[in-house]
């Protein structure tokens, strides 16, 4: 019954404050879906890559977000020096549910004999749907609560740079330029009151590098900076092992938020498989039992086999 309450004081908030910054969804396992957030990163992995990544967040709290995102790219054009690819992301947090379909173009250049830098435009729609009738309210005539949301379209634009070398890769990227509006979800953590918001420029910084610590084990730490006119700044810190190119295990630090653990193994040459858990170190874990994330990855190789050990990102 507490949880109920509390989700219900949030959504009333939600409705009454409409127009506050909206946050884009958060993954754990950020390092194996750049797509969605930086659009130059299509065709860098040099082969036909299919992402798919599930997170359920706040698991036992009611109403809690639910996020899906499938993505695919390619190289394409003269020394595979152009990127296409699609991202699909759908979102469901109460009565609320998002989804947003962009094509993604990135174009690269050779910059030393081991570093490329891409440039990259995203492109698509926004779909929001907002059912009132999912609510549990003490007055079910209240105004505010009688018109739905019904498959509201808006446009998005978005634009990221990126570079990498076999070792190291750094990108910075803006997903979403245009004014939309959208169910945020993460103000409940601090005050437990969340909105259907305008959408204010979201800026991604993402950093990493791979060690050899020797024969058979690679270290990479990594980093995803998120900023937001409004809101407090993210910063999510992890850190990876693989042993034998084949078993991954790590941990993250969500800045104030959280503390995730990350696991993954290199089912095959093609295929690649993750799961995190994110345990809550905000209030919000009094009512739930942390989050779950499973991401599954398929590469499908070019006949001249040029990738001939697993890309750690």
């Known amino acids: 019954m507490q949880k109920r309450k509390v989700f219900t004081l949030a959504v009333f908030a939600i409705f009454t404050f409409y127009g506050i910054a909206q946050q884009d969804s958060q993954y754990t396992q950020y390092m194996y879906n750049t797509q969605v957030i930086n659009p130059a990163y299509a065709g860098t992995r040099e ?51 998002e989804s947003n379909v962009t094509v993604d173009y990135s174009y690269t250049i050779d ?16 779909v929001l749907d907002v059912n009132f009738n999912k609510l549990d309210l003490a007055d079910s005539n209240d105004p505010n609560f009688q018109n739905n949301i019904d498959q509201k379209l808006q446009p998005q634009v978005g634009a990221g740079l990126y570079f990498n070398t076999e ?11 245009m004014n939309t509006s959208h169910f945020d979800e993460n103000t409940l953590e601090d005050s437990e009151v969340a909105s259907i918001a305008v959408e204010r420029l979201h800026y991604f910084l993402i950093l990493g590098h791979v ?95 040029k990738v001939l050990i697993p890309r750690f990102f």
């Not at 020394?79 to 699909?88: A, C, D, E, T, V």
């Open 211 to 305: 060690f050899d610590l020797n024969r058979n084990l690679k270290f990479k730490p990594a980093t995803l900076v998120k900023t937001v006119s409004g809101s407090p700044l993210q910063l999510d810190i992890s850190a990876n092992f693989m042993l034998n190119e084949k078993f991954v295990l790590g941990a993250s630090y969500r800045w104030d938020a959280s503390i995730s653990a990350m696991t993954g193994f290199q089912i095959s040459r093609s295929i690649f498989a993750g799961i995190a858990y994110d345990y809550q170190s905000t209030d919000i874990e009094a009512y739930s039992d942390g989050s779950y994330e499973a991401f599954l990855r398929f590469d499908i190789f070019h006949k001249s086999d």
């Open 167 to 177: 070792r190291f890769y750094a990108g910075l990227s803006v997903p979403n330029f």
């Open 47 to 97: 082969t036909l890559s299919f992402g798919i990544l599930g997170r359920t967040q706040w698991v036992g709290f009611e109403g809690a977000p639910q996020t899906f995102t499938f993505t695919a790219n390619a190289p394409i054009g003269p020394y595979n020096s152009m990127g296409l690819g699609l991202s699909i992301v759908h979102d469901e947090i109460g009565p609320a549910v």
């Open 111 to 126: 910059i030393s004999a081991t570093g490329r830098l891409s440039f990259g435009l995203k492109g698509g729609i926004d």
